[in-house]
């Protein structure tokens, strides 16, 4: 029954701004540790930003600065706010949701394309 639904995908030019959405449906962010993931090719997916359920954050450096994760907990809802964007940022980006304990997740979004170019 849980169910992360992302959005906020699209084409963006290089230095521009994008925000990504991701509502959960089934499961209260509150409770868990929240990520956004990118995967540029293959099936490795990389973490870029991490929230955890105390409002922690954490970024790799490739994304240090120019990414910021966030929540609403009214909404439901995790962020992802990207700012200048480079073409290495092309990727299908995806939230997730770690699981507590086993049978618990970690739960994944659909993906949702975002595409840095000229």
């Known amino acids: 029954q849980v169910q992360l639904v992302e959005s906020g995908g699209t084409w963006v030019q290089p230095g521009g701004s994008l925000r990504l959405s991701c509502v959960a449906f089934g499961l209260a962010i509150g409770d868990y540790n929240m990520a956004w993931y990118r995967q540029e090719s293959g099936d490795q997916r990389d973490r870029v930003a991490l929230?955890?359920?105390?409002?922690?954050?954490a970024y790799p450096d490739s994304v240090k600065g120019r990414f910021t994760i966030s929540r609403d907990m009214n909404e439901n809802t995790i962020y992802l706010q990207m700012d200048s964007l480079k073409p290495s940022d092309t990727a299908v980006y995806y939230c997730?949701?770690?699981?507590?304990?086993?049978?618990?997740?970690?739960?994944w979004g659909q993906g949702t394309q975002v595409t840095v170019s000229s």
């Open positions: 929230i955890t359920r105390g409002g922690g954050t």
């Open positions: 997730r949701a770690d699981g507590r304990f086993y049978g618990d997740g970690p739960y």
